[in-house]
């Protein structure tokens, strides 16, 4: 016999509380509910359950294809009806432990009325007869009901077994939610009723803030203190527990059980009474009446990242019809109902864009170095496949959780320091607040809806501290962002997105009222944020331009592409002081979801994005990462591309192919304050022409390079030791490279990655320590092209090292898209990295101690 709480309650085991149906929250009791499901004093505590995210005043029925609600369907089949049962009786008892509390909740709201009404027809009243019947307004006849409902259901957990019936109390509970719609509608009268009489009599504010409840019998907490205000937004908190609760008993009653009609019957009841409450009361609608007495609506919310006393803080911004309020989530026990706490407003009629004292300095924004962001990437793709594979293992999923745990932890890390584009709003008291966003996309986004807002009637208005925690209690329903972009978030089944190489071909635009310097950056989502990948030339004073440029877009698990279009702004006079950058203005934007049927077939694919009355052409298709790493020789071996590079240089009597030294030079003298030179794409068919220039030595070549784009060139160097049949460093001094960097004793590593480097044969050296010598110099000039030596060995690493498809395909383990990209990559870029890092490499002084070391690998 299970120990029973006071009111008979069955104990829960913590492994009980795991189910994942458990949907029914019981917030508001302010429990010791710790992180592993105890007490402060070690016992169990009844399980704690966080609320679905859809399930909230506004219900998210399942719908048939002609939109009518439909039931749930039964899980259960066969041998299975046993266990569907037990699980019905956890639901159950789950369900029980949160109307326990509930109780206890409505009574401590119920203590003070009754002395509020006796002290009413004395010669010293609190409140009067009319302000008590306002406020407490059906809170006897809600308790009522539930209690009834209570100690009907109790004595069925008892005595459980398959027979059991609680179908007809959940049916008598829905028919009963007139009483709710009655609370309801007069739910922001009593608030505000409440409010008043807080300021005007202390006696009754004292009362007020100070509400006894009482806890769980088996817990050894007696009573929390909690306001009258949270307490009346229980029963609107509860509006939709019951008809959770009943699908989830759908889903474990079989259909022949005496339960499943009468169960189908009170979720219908419940279903047509909640959207008849959505529509008269649409929480996104009608979260507090504004100043106007109009009904203010949330039209957006995201996170986002704010500068807050020099540090960076993740908060949930959310965008009223009237206001701007910034808030984070309160840190609660795990299952326990979040709320957020708000942290600043800023009503829009005393919002602006400028800076009112010009001399105001802007904060220093803590950017952290490029490579600390994608060292952690990596790091995140390891541990993704790690998941994958012990997914796969027989005993890996204990092990599973805590990758997954510290993965979301990576994840959040660099959600938190990737951002570094600043938007920064102000009040008319002069105060500012910073945000850093990852991408114009989204700065552009947020400017624009609070604008057009702006240019309505706005009153400015100061919320009660009532007004602003109802407001804030709001958010949690109202929210259409639920969650961070993390792995963790994201459900197995869903897309992993896309790893390999996008081709998009950005055509033309139409639509320009008048003539403009235009161009486009294509972004695409890269680790749950958005990053710029490739920017079209400036096309001069048209209203039509015709681009015709391709670009080769690598993508790291993505599933959307988007394309700005600007207007470029030569006025130095523009300078903005957040970014101390010319701010180009943004005539539109728009993205696609690249999908995954769509995008890889082999044909170029053709869309349209509309913008702002602007459309853009463009077209795409995808190849996959195996298929575009692969090595493959050329078969005309008179060119330079795809051949052996010993072969081009014995042709060429050089030590360094042309091609290498030809575009290191034109980068140097051109492109090395380039910001992200080597990281932003080139335009492919430059690139493209480039190649073949060089593959049939044109004689033209050098003023083909003098006119070309300098990322086109910095792309052609990165193609040509792509493209090698064999990586620069060699397919068979591959493993004792993965091997020398991860030696932990500094002498060992040296004399060993020193030892490999004289292995190799003499045009990999002298082109290797060439190469090696020109990132250095770029590396020199990091604060103005923001390309560090970790940058650039993240963008060359691989393609010096990584292995041609014979040798990779010797081991047999890769099994992903997601796994060849994070394979072994780590070392790759650390290997270009120790050799960027070290004191200059000299040929001669390498050779001359050739003599004291064995060649032999």
């Known amino acids: 016999m299970e120990p029973l709480s006071a009111r008979g309650l069955p104990r829960l085991s913590w492994i009980d509380t795991l189910y994942s149906n458990f949907n029914y929250n019981t917030d508001g009791y302010e429990g010791d509910a710790g992180e592993d499901g105890k007490s402060q004093d070690g016992s169990e505590t009844l399980p704690f359950i966080d609320e679905s995210p859809t399930m909230s005043p506004q219900l998210c029925a399942p719908q048939g294809p002609d939109g009518e609600t439909v039931s749930p369907t039964p899980l259960l089949a066969g041998g299975d009806i046993e266990k569907g049962l037990e699980m019905k009786r956890l639901v159950l008892s789950g369900f029980l432990a949160s109307e326990e509390i509930y109780i206890n909740q409505l009574e401590a709201l119920l203590l003070p009325m009754r002395p509020l009404k006796a002290t009413a027809t004395t010669s010293q009243p609190v409140l009067t007869i009319q302000q008590v019947e306002t406020i407490f307004y059906k809170i006897q006849d809600i308790f009522e009901i539930h209690k009834e409902f209570y100690d009907a259901l109790l004595p069925s957990i008892q005595q459980w077994d398959e027979k059991v019936t609680v179908g007809h109390l959940f049916q008598k509970l829905a028919s009963q939610l007139g009483v709710y719609k009655a609370f309801v509608d007069n739910y922001k009268v009593a608030l505000e009723t409440a409010e008043k009489c807080s300021q005007a009599n202390s006696q009754f504010q004292k009362i007020s803030e100070n509400l006894k409840v009482k806890g769980p019998k088996d817990s050894k907490v007696c009573t929390t203190t909690s306001s009258m205000e949270a307490l009346l937004y229980k029963p609107i908190d509860r509006v939709t527990r019951s008809t959770l609760v009943l699908h989830d008993l759908l889903k474990h009653t079989p259909k022949d059980h005496p339960d499943f009609p009468l169960l189908q019957d009170a979720l219908r009841i419940s279903q047509n009474f909640l959207s008849s409450i959505n529509e008269e009361i649409d929480p996104r609608r009608t979260a507090v009446t504004t100043p106007k007495g109009e009904a203010r609506q949330l039209v957006k919310d995201g996170f986002l990242v704010e500068v807050s006393e020099s540090s960076r803080k993740l908060r949930h911004v959310f965008l009223f019809t009237d206001l701007l309020l910034c808030a984070k989530m309160k840190k609660t026990a795990v299952g326990r109902h979040q709320q957020y706490e708000c942290k600043w407003y800023i009503p829009l009629a005393d919002l602006t864009f400028q800076t009112l004292d010009d001399s105001d300095a802007c904060p220093s924004i803590q950017v952290l170095p490029e490579h600390e962001i994608e060292e952690m990437k990596i790091k995140i793709s390891v541990l993704k496949n790690e998941i994958q594979k012990e997914k796969k293992a027989p005993k890996g999923q204990s092990r599973v959780e805590r990758l997954r745990k510290k993965m979301n932890e990576q994840e ?441 070391f064995s060649t032999d690998v």
Request: glycine letters at 4%.
């Open 412 to 852: 959040s890390w660099l959600l938190l320091h990737s951002p570094t584009i600043p938007f920064r709003i102000h009040n008319k008291h002069g105060k500012s607040y910073l945000f850093l966003l990852s991408s114009d996309y989204e700065r552009s986004e947020w400017r624009e809806s609070i604008q057009k807002l702006q240019k309505k009637d706005l009153q400015s208005c100061v919320l009660s501290s009532v007004e602003l925690q109802v407001l804030t209690s709001s958010c949690f329903k109202l929210r259409t962002v639920h969650n961070i972009p993390v792995t963790g978030n994201k459900d197995d089944e869903e897309t992993p997105g896309l790893y390999g190489f996008l081709h998009v071909i950005v055509h033309s635009a139409k639509g320009f009222e008048q003539s403009a310097n235009l161009y486009c950056t294509l972004e695409v989502d890269s680790f749950g944020y958005f990053v710029s990948k490739a920017k079209t030339r400036v096309f001069r004073d048209t209203t039509e331009p015709q681009w015709n440029e391709e670009f080769e877009i690598e993508l790291e698990g993505s599933q959307y592409l988007r394309i700005l279009c600007y207007e470029k702004c030569y006025d130095k006079s523009m300078l903005n002081k957040d970014d101390n950058e010319i701010v180009d203005k943004i005539m539109g934007k728009g993205q696609v979801q690249l999908d995954p049927q769509t995008v890889q077939s082999k044909n170029w694919h053709m869309d349209v994005i509309e913008m702002n009355g602007i459309k853009v052409e463009f077209s795409m298709k995808f190849t996959s990462r195996d298929l575009s790493l692969k090595r493959t020789p050329s078969k005309k071996q008179s060119g330079v591309f795809g051949v052996k590079i010993n072969v081009v240089t014995k042709r060429e009597r050089s030590k360094v192919p042309y091609i290498v030294r030809q575009c290191i030079e034109e980068v140097e003298k051109r492109g090395i304050d380039e910001v992200g030179i080597y990281r932003i794409s080139g335009v492919a068919t430059d690139i493209q022409a480039l190649k073949s220039a060089f593959d049939t030595n044109t004689k033209d070549i050098l003023v083909m390079l003098s006119d070309m784009d300098i990322n086109a060139i910095a792309g052609t160097l990165k193609l040509y030791f792509r493209e090698l049949p064999e990586p620069l460093l060699t397919d068979r001094l591959y493993p004792a490279f993965m091997e020398g960097i991860a030696l932990s004793d500094p002498a060992a590593k040296e004399n060993c990655m020193m030892h490999l480097l004289r292995s190799l044969p003499d045009p990999n050296i002298m082109t290797f320590l060439t190469l090696l010598e020109h990132l250095k110099r770029v590396a020199e000039k990091e604060p103005i092209n923001k390309m560090s030596l970790h940058n650039l060995a993240t963008v060359f690493g691989p393609t010096l090292l990584r292995p041609s498809e014979s040798e990779s395909a010797k081991g047999q383990h890769i099994t992903s898209a997601s796994d060849i990209w994070s394979h072994d990559v780590m070392a790759q870029v650390q290997v270009l990295l120790y050799y960027l890092q070290h004191p200059p490499i000299s040929y001669a002084e390498l050779k001359r101690n050739t003599l004291y």
